[in-house]
Nanobody, 126 residues
Framework: QVQLVESGGGLVQAGGSLILSCAAS????????AGWFRQAPGKEREFVAF????????YYADSVKGRFTISRDNAKNTVYLQMNSLKPEDTAVYYC???????????????????WGQGTQVTVSS
């Protein structure tokens, strides 16, 4: 079993920054391929960012590229999402997740991930 707990969400003004953290427990996290998704009210869950198990490979949704940075510290079993230049359209519940395999196949699809955190709310005011 894997447990994922997100933190760091909150209310921020447009143009501001937040750092989300995802603490993992249970099975060894260092071999996990991890991702962040988000879901706004009335919308489907959408892909935000992906990071390989060593952290050497990342991938971002076009909507956040250049503004968000995903990283990980395997010694701390933690994945981070640095969010800069936030926009009101970034408002959503953000979820940390583990990919069910170690490949990049279908990495933007929620169905490719098996363990999810409970989510943390990010609200960006205009």
């Amino acid at each position: 079993q894997v447990q994922l707990v997100e933190s760091g969400g909150g209310l921020v003004q447009a143009g501001g920054s937040l750092i989300l953290s995802c603490a993992a427990s249970g099975r060894t996290f260092s071999s996990f391929v991890a991702g962040w998704f988000r879901q706004a009210p009335g919308k489907e869950r959408e892909f935000v960012a992906f990071i390989s198990w060593r952290g050497g490979s990342t991938y971002y949704a076009d909507s956040v590229k250049g503004r968000f940075t995903i990283s990980r510290d395997n010694a701390k079993n933690t994945v981070y999402l640095q969010m800069n230049s936030l926009k009101p359209e970034d408002t959503a519940v953000y979820y940390c997740t583990r990919k069910s395999d170690a490949t990049r196949a279908a990495l933007t699809s929620p169905s490719s991930y098996d363990y999810w955190g409970q989510g943390t709310q990010v609200t960006v005011s205009s």
